[in-house]
């Protein structure tokens, strides 16, 4: 029958994600050795088309081109699955959605008028069907072989869902937010990263998007009520994940108060 057959694909990103795949090293030689890799353009020049039993996807929307190439994949794939922040909710270059995307190609291409680009940078699921979505900024590199290896042997992957909070508690980490009065988005930020930055004394940044059922508006309420002002906390919300849509949301609530009391 012969291995299944694996597919990388990228589209806009840093390539960060696929990196950290290349990064896990002995746990990837061990990936590599049970799936036929068919087309990786990061780690190998072998380019072969479909059809793909696994094809993984980085990157967001953000031309008519990508349109219609994830179109394919799609078509291509039995199982799709979109890794890291760009992949699933349109990362850090869905901070132009909603601005005026043609100011923007002024500002920064000589001849804009050869630039073909669509107005907002959307996420892979408001496409094409998501077998599954491996969050992060960049993607936990374990969690994204655990998501093979599953596949693999016929089981549901194991990723967590619980906040950042949580991960804290376990590690004996200080509440930042609690102790020094630093804004921290643990509380509402799925876990994926072990709890890094709060245990370097910074708040979570949000890295890996909204956790299950998040109450953002307490979570501001209490910033808010820290002294914090609506425009800081909606600011906080714009990172790598700004088109999540509980934190789309919450944000877009903030600038509309802001608007309100001006």
Same mark, same amino acid.
């Not at 057959?5 to 050795?33: M, Y």
């Not at 990723?159 to 988005?185: F, N």
């Not at 004394?201 to 890295?207: I, L, P, S, T």
């Given at each position: %029958?012969?291995?299944?057959?694996? !597919?990388?694909?990228?589209?806009? /990103? ?16 061990? #990936? ?12 190998? /020049? &072998? %380019? ?21 190439? *994830?179109? @394919? *994949? ?6 799709? %699955? ?9 990362? *850090?270059?869905?901070?132009? =959605? ?6 923007? %190609?002024?500002?920064?291409?000589? /001849? ?34 655990? #998501? ?9 992957? &194991? ?18 937010? #609690? ?10 930020? @799925?876990?994926?990263? $072990? ?7 910074? !708040? ?20 808010? =009520? ?12 714009? $990172? ?11 944000? @877009? ?8 009391? $001006?």
């Amino acid at each position: %029958m012969g291995k299944p057959k694996l !597919g990388v694909f990228k589209f806009a /990103s840093c390539d960060g994600c696929q990196l950290s795949l290349l990064d896990a090293e002995d746990q990837l030689l061990a #990936v590599a050795d049970a799936v036929e890799i068919r087309h990786f353009p990061e780690a190998s /020049s &072998r %380019m072969e088309a479909g059809p793909y039993d696994i094809a993984l996807v980085e990157g967001s929307i953000t031309t008519p081109h990508d349109a219609e190439r *994830i179109q @394919q *994949i799609r078509r291509d794939a039995k199982f799709l %699955m979109t890794i890291g922040a760009c992949a699933t909710s349109g990362g *850090i270059q869905a901070l132009r =959605n909603g601005a005026d995307t043609a100011e923007f %190609m002024r500002a920064v291409y000589a /001849s804009p008028e050869y630039i073909q680009v669509l107005d907002k940078s959307t996420p892979i699921a408001e496409h094409v069907k998501v077998d599954f979505e491996l969050r992060g900024c960049p993607i936990n590199q374990y969690q994204l072989i655990e #998501v093979i290896q599953s596949l693999l042997a016929g089981r549901n992957p &194991r990723t967590p869902r619980h906040s950042v909070c949580l991960d804290c508690k376990r590690r004996g980490t200080v509440c930042v937010t #609690v102790a020094q009065g630093t804004p921290c988005l643990g509380p509402v930020t @799925q876990s994926g990263c $072990n709890a890094i930055c709060p245990s370097y004394h910074r !708040g979570c940044y949000g890295c890996y998007g909204p956790a299950a059922q998040p109450n953002l508006v307490s979570l501001s309420t209490h910033a808010l =009520n820290e002294g914090a002002s609506a425009a800081e906390v909606s600011h906080n919300l714009r $990172n790598f994940n700004v088109y999540a849509p509980a934190f789309r949301n919450e944000s @877009q609530r903030l600038t509309d108060q802001i608007k309100e009391q $001006n």
